[in-house]
């Protein structure tokens, strides 16, 4: 006789709190291996038997060993797309989500969306950002490009996934737009931007790409965009970028060394902490 939900949430839920892990995370692999919509089915279907048991003890092992929730199954949640992400690729984050909307409300200070604009995610990992962008704004022409050939890989199962029409370019920054000549309205982009490795925490720091999180010492992809920008720029330019609080001031210099007839603005997110410039060149 398989056992009820409730009495498997139970058993996984203590190893979860001797290991430090989220009861969230046990819920979530729940959900996943019963199909169920929603994390609260499984208070909701408490008193039901599992159907697929052994599925979710696989998951929940691996999950054990440290994997984040999203790498086990395979799928992240990201505005209403069911993404499939893997360790080629960053985790989607509601930060990302937050700027997406941001945008949207912002678009009509800059543009009007409803033309055909042209557009570029660069750095597009899962494809979510491109996602996101169709999805507000159907009209416009979108580009996703990713220095990564494996994250390209990922981001195309997205867009055929959901049957968007997304360009994909590999290159670093906007040396792939340049070299094919493209011209731009917009630019959208969540550059790597953590200060170093002791800044991430370990589920972060052991599964997801370094190439994705961390600034480096090199020139970073902010800079790269800044230094670049005239060679994609058609007419005016809007460039809209997830940021982490430690680089406004930074951001302000490499803007003024780079960036000529421009405004910029950061923006809070729903924490009250600087997540988002918005740099406008005419």
Known sequence: MANKVDTVYRKALEEAKALDIEGG???????????????????????????????????????????????????????????????????????????????SERIYDYYDPRNYLVAADIGTGSGCIALGLKNFFPNWLVTASDISKGALEVAKTNFAKYDVSVNVLEGDALEPYIAQNIALDIIVSNPPYVKSRAEADDIVRNNEPASALYIGDGLSVYQKIFRDYKKVKKGSLLMVFEIDPWLVDNLKRWMEENLQDYEADFVNDLREMPRFLFVYLH
């Not at 008193?47 to 696989?58: P, Q, Y």
């Not at 992400?85 to 509601?94: A, T, Y």
């Open 25 to 103: 995370d046990v819920r979530w692999l729940i959900m996943e291996a019963e199909s169920y919509h929603s994390p609260a089915d499984v208070i909701y279907y408490r008193d039901k038997e599992m159907r697929h048991e052994d599925l979710f003890w696989a998951y929940w092992e691996k999950r054990k060993s440290g994997l984040p929730v999203q790498y086990v199954t395979g799928k992240a949640p990201f505005l209403g797309f069911d993404l499939f992400v893997d360790q080629r690729v960053l985790i989607p984050r509601q930060e990302t989500e937050e700027m997406l909307a941001t945008l």
